[in-house]
Nanobody
Framework: QVQLVESGGGSVQTGGSLRLSCVASGFTYSRACMGWFRQTPWKVREGVASIYTRDGITAYADSVKDRFTISRDIGRNTLYLQMNSLKPEDTAMYYC???????????????????????WGQGTQVTVSS
């Protein structure tokens, strides 16, 4: 049974930083596309960042490039999202997700634009105040 458990959300002011973590279990962590999506009640789900766990190649949404960094620790089966220079528009529920897909689809960021992924966490709330 696949489980993804997020932590690290919270409330910060504009310009602040947070680091999200996602502990994964129940699947072949070393060969998956993993990433972070976010959603608010008034916006469609947005793919934020992804990483192919085998080689660490990453992809980012334009809205977070140069501010967010995704990384993974294979030994700890953990995914991270370092978020810097946070803005009010980053406020959302952030979800850890994973899929077994072609590496090319992970590298290109096309997985971030999909409307469905197979495995999800329960989400962690990030709130950025101005």
């Amino acid at each position: 049974q696949v489980q993804l458990v997020e932590s690290g959300g919270g409330s910060v002011q504009t310009g602040g930083s947070l680091r999200l973590s996602c502990v994964a279990s129940g699947f072949t962590y070393s060969r998956a596309c993993m990433g972070w999506f976010r959603q608010t009640p008034w916006k469609v789900r947005e793919g934020v960042a992804s990483i192919y766990t085998r080689d660490g190649i990453t992809a980012y949404a334009d809205s977070v490039k140069d501010r967010f960094t995704i990384s993974r620790d294979i030994g700890r089966n953990t995914l991270y999202l370092q978020m810097n220079s946070l803005k009010p528009e980053d406020t959302a529920m952030y979800y850890c997700a994973a899929d077994y897909i072609r590496s090319a689809d992970c590298y290109s960021g096309s997985w971030l634009r999909r409307s469905y992924t197979n495995y999800w966490g329960q989400g962690t709330q990030v709130t950025v105040s101005s």
